[in-house]
């Protein structure tokens, strides 16, 4: 993968919490436009690379770049300067808020100008949401409670979006609208990491995966390739290790091939 590809690199990456550590000495490589996704048992430290990524979470060593600069232990005010969203899991809305007005909140690093000149833009990709717009934000179905926190991080038209169980209580004709989405994003440059739990569905649109086990890299290569990969399939699309199952092979280790 030449140096130029590169957007994301986690160098012998160690975080957690107080003194439990849960990614021990990771290290990977994300490529610039791509898709990729994190995968692995519970457990495994997906959640916790976004979480330290976007600031949340700051390492006890190694190094985190973004474009060759390192970020770790960045402020997430300035992680949002330099082009970083994240979409956690869950519900992250305020309920008695219009949606108008939850898309006002996740505008306000840009200024309230700029953030009413781009929310149309933003409704344009979500109708539904787009109809619901004076609406309190608490009455949403919970796909469209999804869609206005995917929409309220594209306000910022960030370069990364870090995006946490997308299709959590999602119907599957929205996970798909979700999904397309994303895909468009990627396709438009910006540069997609992501845990979701519909793994298989995850993987067909995704470019690269990332396999997790204990906090480190078991595993990284093309989504299409993992997705054909009986072996790999038992291992990570059931829900988590199997107890005994035989490791990965070794030649399925390591970074990607560019």
């Known amino acids: 993968m030449a140096t130029d590809d590169i ?8 975080a957690g919490y107080k003194d439990f550590m849960i990614l021990n000495n990771l290290s990977f490589k994300v490529r610039k436009g791509s898709i990729t996704l994190l995968l692995g048992p519970n457990g495994a430290g997906k ?9 949340l979470l700051k390492p006890r060593q190694g190094r985190i770049l973004l474009n060759g600069e390192d970020i770790a232990g960045a402020t997430q005010k300035a992680l949002l300067a330099k082009g970083i969203a994240f979409v956690p899991q869950g519900r992250n809305l305020f309920g008695q808020l219009t949606v108008y007005q939850n898309l006002e909140l996740g505008g306000i690093t840009l200024g309230m100008k700029t953030t009413h000149a781009r929310i149309p833009e933003v409704l344009e990709l979500f109708p539904r949401v787009r109809e619901r717009m004076n609406s309190m934000a608490s009455t949403l179905s919970g796909g469209e409670q999804k869609q206005l926190e995917v929409g309220r991080a594209l306000l910022l038209r960030p370069k990364v979006l870090l995006i946490d169980e997308p299709s959590i209580g999602l119907s599957p004709l929205v996970v798909q609208d979700v999904f397309k989405l994303l895909q468009k994003l990627a396709a438009q440059g910006t540069t997609i990491l992501m845990v979701e739990q519909n793994v298989k569905s995850a993987l067909k649109m995704a470019d690269d995966a990332i396999a997790l086990e204990s906090g480190q890299l078991v595993l990284h290569k093309k989504a299409s390739e993992l997705l054909a990969d009986p072996n790999i399939e038992r291992l990570f699309l059931g829900g988590g290790h199997v107890p005994g199952a035989a490791a990965p092979p070794a030649s399925a280790t390591g970074v990607i091939r560019a």
């Open 7 to 14: 957007c994301i690199e986690f160098d012998n990456v160690v």
């Open 47 to 55: 959640s916790t690379v976004l979480k330290t990524l976007f600031g």
